[in-house]
C-alpha cells in the first residue's frame, strides 16, 4: 500500500485546511487509516482515524471538537478536515494504514506510511 498525503499549508489562528491520504496499491489489504502528526522535538502523535468500512472514528482529546474525518471508498481516499487551527496544531501531518487489527493511538501497529505534508499555524 502507497499513502499520499497532500493538503498542508501555512493558515492564520482560527482557519482551516483539509488533508488528503490517497491509498493506492492494495489497498484491501489495509482495515484502517489514521493521521498523525510531529511537531519540531515531539514525538509522533495520533491525531485521528477511520476505518475504511463502518463507521468507527477515533480521535485524539486536542483535536475531537475541531477535526472531523471522513473517507471515499471509491478514491480510496481519507480526509482530514482541520477546523480552528491553534499555532499547537503545527507540525508535519502524516497518514499511516493499518493492516488487520486495528490500535489507533499506536504508531507501530501501523504497516504503510505516507511522505507527510507540514501544516503550519500561524498566531
Known amino acids: 500500500v502507497q499513502l499520499q498525503a497532500s493538503g498542508g499549508g501555512l493558515v492564520q489562528t482560527g482557519g482551516s485546511l483539509r488533508l488528503s491520504c490517497a491509498a493506492s496499491?492494495?489497498?484491501?489489504?489495509?482495515?484502517?487509516v489514521g493521521w498523525f502528526r510531529q511537531a519540531p522535538g515531539k514525538e509522533r502523535e495520533f491525531v485521528a482515524g477511520?476505518?475504511?468500512?463502518?463507521?468507527?472514528?477515533t480521535f485524539a482529546d486536542s483535536v475531537k471538537d475541531r477535526f472531523t474525518i471522513s473517507r471515499d471508498n471509491a478514491k480510496s481516499t481519507v480526509y482530514l478536515r482541520m477546523n480552528s487551527l491553534k499555532p499547537e496544531d503545527t507540525a508535519v501531518y502524516y497518514c499511516a494504514a493499518a493492516r488487520g487489527s486495528w490500535y489507533p493511538f499506536v504508531p507501530s501497529a501501523y504497516a504503510y506510511w505516507g511522505q507527510g505534508t507540514l501544516v503550519t499555524v500561524s498566531s
Open positions: 477511520i476505518r475504511w468500512s463502518g463507521t468507527s472514528t
Open positions: 496499491g492494495s489497498t484491501d489489504s489495509s482495515s484502517a
